[in-house]
Structures are given as structure tokens and as C-alpha cells.
């Protein structure tokens, strides 16, 4: 048995080798939790927690995320249940400099803004 | 609490008193889980409670300074368990997570219930804390109730857990309700509707439940009571002295 300073360790009555591979029902799957801070305002990614279920991740994922701060809403989802793109193809976002014609600036439009904002004014 | 006469403030450090206590005991009860709990998760969500739960009974102490009893850290750490007002429930070694699930579940049913009668409290003071704590009870039922449900309809080996630690925790829970020397006082002042009608919206919320999650109540259980008069289990003296350890050593100590 082990002998601990914690009498809670002592009370358990462990093994002295209590750390044993894993087996399957060990761990949960897990979910990913979605955190809405005020009502209207996007869901954020802030983590994962390991439960059976969604609403045993629901009870997790508010004490794991929501338990200081301001807290509005919480979505809980199978991992499962995400897709994803592969990091192989990570060169899918990866574009070329020259392209001006997509961007903003591209648009010659500040004169005619700046003088509809003065005749308004005017 | 200018109408409150004499008798009103015993009835209600009564009553203060055994509510204080429970939460305390069962706040340092459950916090023994901590670093032991089942998974990461369920293992802060319980301290979390624990917690709570703790942070409550000294709100409650509060009241019961303001009302002329010594102060909370007095009041917790330095009575013997016979000046303990808590029920025989909360006072049991923390057993297998089974047991412990079903004293949580069927403990804090009862307490949701009685902060709810307490929200409309002649007592102001009180009725304020009942509002206060109604969001913390609320998720701490909502954790109960959904690991009953999980675990009674998990497999053969939980279910039967599930069933005997409530055999066992059945006749303990219904100590929870053994009645107060100031149950008429404390109704007829408007300060609490009485252990009798709690009991009663107890078990028809519990019963429905508990049939829910397919588990039979125990017939005809005696109710484990003493508890509220000052008399406890061999457990409750030992978990003091734990729990008072670093007071004794040194009452000023900052932790």
C-alpha cells in the first residue's frame, strides 16, 4: 500500500503500482466546445472535454470553460462530427502575390466617396 | 429583522444552523475527491461543487453572526461534533463514486427544494441568499440528475451500483428531514413552510426521478435521525479533526 502524507491517499488503500496501461473504456471520446460570451455573439472554438455523452459534455464544458467570466450559451459537438481539411493540403490557402486585381485597393472608388461625402456635407 | 422576536432568532439559528452544517460537511466531504475523481473532467466539476458548497455555509454562518452567534471561522472550525446540527448523510466517508453520486443526487434535490421554499422568506436576509445561490444549485442538480440517469441505465454492473448505494442512502437521506424543535414557529412566522412539506415535494420530484432512471426506492425505511439534536456517527468527529487541523495548530493562519 501506499503511505501518503494525504490521509485521503491512505484511505484509498492504492496499490503501490497504481499506473496501469489504459483499457478502453478508460477515456471518453471526446467533444468540442463552443463558447458564446453575450446572446448574439459568435460561438468560439475554446477547447475539448471527454465525456460519454452530449449532455455529460455539457455539464463539462461548463465547468471547464464557463466557470469565470461571462457566459451566455454553450455548444457542445462530437469531434466526430467534424470535417476537416488535411494539412497536406495546407498549400490550398497559399496564394500568389500578384493579384491586384482582387484586391480592395485595386478599386479606384476614394474620389468618388470622398466627393459624395462633400456634397452631403455641402 | 426588527419583528423578529426571541423566539423567531432561536427558530431561525435552528434552522440556520442545520443548513450550515449539512453544506459544510458535505462541501469538505466531497472535496476529498479532489485529485481522485474518475476522469480530469468530472474531477473539477465535482471539487467545483465542493466548493460551492462550502463558499454557501459560510454565507449562512454569516447570517447566523449577524444574528449573535460567534463568527464563521469560529463557528466551523472550533464546535465538537455534538454541537453539530447536520444530518447523518452527509457525515459518511465518501465510499466507492457510486455512493457518493447518490448522497450528492438525493442531497441536493432536498437543498434545491428548500432554497426554492426559502425564496419568498419573511426573513430577508435568507430569502436574499436563496435567490443568490439558485443559479449554483440549479447546475448542481442538473449534474446529479444527469449522472443517476447515465450510470442507472449504463450497464449491468452500474445499474446495480446505482441501486445499492441507494439502499443505502435511502433511510440516511430521509434524516435530512427529521424536524426541528421550532417547526411551528419557523411557519407561522413566514420564515419556513416546516421539514414536513419539504420532505413531501422531495419525494414526489426524487420518486418520479428516480422511476425515470429505473431504480426502486427501499420500502418502508426507517429514517436515520439524531443528527439535527447533536447525535452522530463515529465519522463525524474524526472528519473535525481533519478538517480543523490547521486551525488548532494556528487560529490566525492564512491559507
Given at each position: ?17 497504481p ?12 467533444f ?44 457542445v ?16 490557402f497559399?496564394?500568389?502575390?500578384e ?7 485595386s ?14 456635407k455641402? | 429583522m ?9 427558530a ?17 466531504r466531497?472535496s476529498?475527491?479532489t ?25 449562512l454562518?454569516?447570517?447566523l ?7 464563521a ?21 465518501i465510499?466507492?463514486y ?8 438525493l442531497?441536493?434535490m ?38 443517476v ?47 414536513k ?11 418520479a ?47
Amino acid at each position: 500500500m501506499i503511505k501518503s502524507l494525504d490521509p485521503r491517499i491512505d484511505r484509498a488503500q492504492l496499490d503501490h503500482d497504481p499506473i496501469k496501461p489504459l483499457e478502453q473504456l478508460d477515456q471518453f471520446q471526446t467533444f468540442e466546445v463552443f463558447h458564446q460570451t453575450k446572446r448574439g455573439q459568435q460561438h468560439v472554438h475554446v477547447g475539448i472535454v471527454h465525456a460519454p455523452n452530449a449532455d455529460m459534455a455539457l455539464l463539462y464544458a461548463k465547468e471547464q470553460y464557463a466557470r469565470r467570466g461571462e457566459t451566455a450559451n454553450i455548444w457542445v459537438v462530437d469531434s466526430q462530427h467534424i470535417s476537416a481539411t488535411e494539412y497536406f493540403d495546407q498549400d490550398i490557402f497559399e496564394t500568389t502575390p500578384e493579384k491586384f486585381h482582387r484586391d480592395p485597393a485595386s478599386y479606384k472608388v476614394m474620389d468618388r466617396i470622398k466627393a459624395y461625402k462633400e456634397r452631403v456635407k455641402g | 429583522m426588527d419583528f423578529f422576536n426571541d423566539k423567531h432568532v432561536e427558530a431561525a439559528k435552528d434552522l440556520l444552523y442545520k443548513m450550515a452544517d449539512d453544506q459544510l460537511i458535505i462541501g469538505h466531504r466531497n472535496s476529498e475527491w479532489t485529485g481522485l475523481g474518475p476522469i480530469l473532467e468530472e474531477d473539477i466539476a465535482f471539487s467545483s461543487m465542493a466548493q460551492d458548497k462550502l463558499g454557501q455555509s459560510e454565507h449562512l454562518y454569516n447570517l447566523l453572526h449577524e444574528l449573535g452567534e460567534a463568527d464563521a471561522d469560529t463557528v466551523a472550525f472550533t464546535r465538537n461534533e455534538n454541537q453539530f446540527h447536520c444530518c447523518h448523510l452527509v457525515e459518511l466517508p465518501i465510499g466507492e463514486y457510486d455512493f457518493s453520486l447518490m448522497r450528492h443526487f438525493l442531497f441536493d434535490m432536498a437543498e434545491a427544494i428548500r432554497f426554492e421554499m426559502l425564496i419568498d422568506s419573511s426573513y430577508e436576509n435568507l430569502a436574499r441568499l436563496a435567490r443568490k445561490f439558485k443559479g449554483e444549485i440549479k447546475y448542481h442538480t442538473m449534474h446529479a440528475n444527469t449522472w443517476v440517469k447515465q450510470l442507472a441505465q449504463g450497464n449491468e454492473e452500474s445499474k446495480a451500483r446505482m441501486q445499492s448505494s441507494l439502499n443505502e442512502t435511502w433511510p440516511l437521506a430521509l434524516g435530512i428531514f427529521e424536524e426541528g424543535k421550532y417547526e411551528s414557529v419557523l411557519k407561522d412566522a413566514g420564515i419556513f413552510a416546516g421539514e414536513k412539506e419539504l420532505q413531501e415535494k422531495w419525494l414526489t420530484e426524487v420518486t418520479a426521478l428516480l422511476a425515470a432512471a429505473g431504480l426502486q426506492i427501499p420500502e418502508n425505511a426507517t429514517p436515520t435521525n439524531g443528527g439535527r439534536y447533536g447525535q452522530h456517527t463515529e465519522h463525524l468527529q474524526p472528519l473535525l479533526d481533519e478538517m480543523t487541523e490547521v486551525y488548532s495548530i494556528d487560529p490566525t493562519a492564512d491559507w
